[in-house]
């Protein structure tokens, strides 16, 4: 073996320890945050002095601490150890391959689905904290979900389309023509369902005096918000 190989060998070795030397720290780190949590909601839940602390309990621990331990007690960070806990009870539960900067990410997701999910895919997918907060804030889940929520409908309407093709439609019909209207959370989803074989007859017939599913869209929105300004005024 030449020098240049030893060196070579030499090198992943460090690389491979330092690497496991900062999982071990982010483990510990993590484990950490997670008893601080639970122990000041277990003091507030059952500790005989919650009453006289009240809201001042955390700037006094944090006084202590980071006169003690210095930076990350703060009375900001025992906030988040507290939620910590309160969102994640099961320590067992935690994944090992995120840091203490993944899980103060996830606390700002406020459903408890959404949160175990962005949990689970960050730690498989190895995600950086920046990843996970890149795909929090472009809500991937929802997006995801919202995804697989059309799917099922598609295929309903496509069904309910074929049903009556066969059932009601008169030898001098034209195909039938069925449409999704669908007001979700983060959009409304409008489609026109048409059975295979008959999109150009659609494309050139029916589109011609149908309105587009943009305008289509547009209404449904119009109602949903005149709906929720009835429901605020009632």
């Not at 003690?68 to 969102?87: C, H, V, W």
């Not at 539960?93 to 103060?104: K, N, P, V």
Request: with cysteine.
């Amino acid at each position: 073996m030449s020098v240049g190989g030893l060196l070579g060998r030499l090198r992943t070795l460090i690389r491979q320890a330092r690497r496991q030397a900062l999982r071990a720290v982010d483990v510990i780190q993590v484990r950490t945050c997670w008893e601080v949590g639970r122990h000041i909601v277990e003091f507030e839940q059952h500790g005989a002095d919650r009453a006289i602390y009240g809201a001042k309990l955390l700037p006094r621990l944090a006084e202590h601490l980071t006169t003690e331990f210095g930076r990350g007690f703060d009375a900001s960070n025992l906030r988040y150890m507290r939620l910590f806990y309160q969102l994640f009870p099961k320590c067992d539960a935690l994944r090992h391959e995120l840091s203490w900067t993944h899980y103060r990410t996830l606390l700002r997701v406020e459903d408890g689905r959404a949160r175990k999910w962005y949990m689970i895919e960050a730690a498989t997918q190895n995600w950086s904290s920046r990843a996970l907060d890149r795909q929090i804030g472009t809500l991937y889940y929802d997006r995801l979900l919202a995804s697989k929520n059309r799917r099922p409908v598609r295929s309903e309407a496509d069904m309910y389309v074929r049903m009556y093709d066969d059932q009601r439609r008169g030898p001098k019909d034209n195909p039938t023509v069925g449409i999704i209207l669908c007001a979700q959370k983060d959009a409304s989803v409008v489609r026109y369902s048409v059975l295979h074989g008959n999109e150009k007859l659609f494309a050139s017939k029916y589109k011609l005096v149908l309105p587009s599913e943009e305008e289509l869209r547009t209404e449904l929105d119009r109602e949903q918000r005149l709906l929720i300004e009835t429901k605020r005024t009632s």
